[in-house]
């Protein structure tokens, strides 16, 4: 599996592949099509374009903390 | 041109960061829908969650501890170690995320992995001759119980007053195996109670040990040999 850092790509990068997915975001936060913020499932935090990771399956945008990503995995196994 | 593409060129002048036009674009996500490529954040989180499932440790909490969660805040408890020496910053963080989310229970089960007792624990009761079955039972009921039947000695804690509250938690729930714990200079505080327990506590196998300098801990583990289908009312 290759891996992308959302730290090595410009904010422009990052809206671009956000709306690819079908997301949006206000600048900072991702958002979803009506412009409510999106929060991450397991933390109820809301994600910062600047700090997030996006996992395969339904497109699951989490906070890039170590708390989230292992409950992700917990959840629906190891993708590393 | 707008400030946040004049800030976005400014970013990405001085930090090099990638600007990929819509194509590319497109061709990362065709990627990442195909499951042959990831988007993640900072690089040192996914390497060090790589690393700490690889290791030997987790391998050991991987095969006796099965609830999801629970399995969630022992490798917590391992990033919190390994981020103890990287990044300080960033443990803080994750110490109140962890307490946000779990608790303090969940905050008393990571850094009950982070100082390497559980490994501990594991280790000394397997010695006891019991199932995997069992052990894994007993592990979980311990960490669910983790307030009650995990104990961390603190410096200020009250010698007698802690035994006694010890010796209370012991005979009236009969727990399988109660652990005390210590750091530094309250270990001293620690093997008095301990000495003061021995004396007071009957049909209790005691195991303690120093696991450094300024590491202790001392486990309490029920002879079931004593109590056998008496404690079946008790949990855990």
């Not at chain 1, 949006?24 to 374009?49: A, C, H, L, P, Q």
């Not at chain 1, 395969?56 to 409950?71: A, C, E, F, R, W």
């Not at chain 2, 194509?23 to 996500?29: F, H, S, T, Y």
């Not at chain 2, 397997?126 to 979980?140: D, M, P, V």
Request: contains cysteine; aromatic residues 10%; negative net charge.
């Amino acid at each position: 599996m290759e891996l992308k850092s959302f730290k090595d790509f410009s904010k422009e990068t990052k809206i671009l592949i956000l709306k690819e997915l079908g997301h949006e975001t206000d600048g900072i936060f991702v958002t979803d099509t009506s412009g409510n913020k999106m929060k991450d499932r397991y933390i109820g935090k809301n994600i910062e374009i600047d700090n997030m990771i996006i996992f395969p399956g339904s497109t699951i945008i989490l906070d890039d903390n170590p708390l989230s990503i292992v409950s992700y995995i917990e959840e629906f196994g190891d993708v590393f | 041109m707008s400030s946040n593409v004049i800030s976005d060129a400014f970013e990405g002048g001085i930090k090099g960061l990638i600007k990929l036009s819509i194509e590319e674009v497109k061709d990362l996500v065709y990627k990442y829908r195909n499951k042959d490529l990831l988007f993640i954040g900072k690089k040192e989180t996914i390497e060090r969650l790589k690393k700490e499932r690889n290791s030997e440790e987790w391998k050991l909490f991987d095969k006796y501890i099965k609830d999801k969660k629970l399995r969630i805040l022992v490798q917590m408890g391992l990033t919190m170690r390994d981020l103890e020496n990287d990044d300080p910053e960033e443990i803080s963080r994750l110490q109140e995320v962890i307490v946000n989310t779990h608790g303090s229970r969940g905050i008393h089960i990571a850094h009950f992995v982070q100082t390497g007792f559980l490994s501990n624990y594991i280790g000394t009761v397997i010695t006891e001759n019991i199932s995997e079955k069992a052990l894994r039972e007993g592990l979980e009921e311990t960490l669910r119980a983790v307030d009650k039947y995990i104990v961390f000695i603190k410096n200020p804690d009250k010698i007698e007053e802690t035994a006694r509250i010890l010796q209370q938690r012991i005979e009236v729930n009969l727990p399988k195996v109660l652990i005390m714990y210590s750091l530094k200079s309250a270990t001293k505080n620690a093997k008095k109670i301990k000495g003061i327990l021995e004396e007071k506590i009957e049909h209790y196998y005691i195991r303690d040990m120093n696991l450094s300098k300024e590491r202790y801990i001392c486990f309490f583990i029920r002879d079931d040999n004593y109590y056998k289908e008496d404690v079946a009312y008790f949990s855990p």
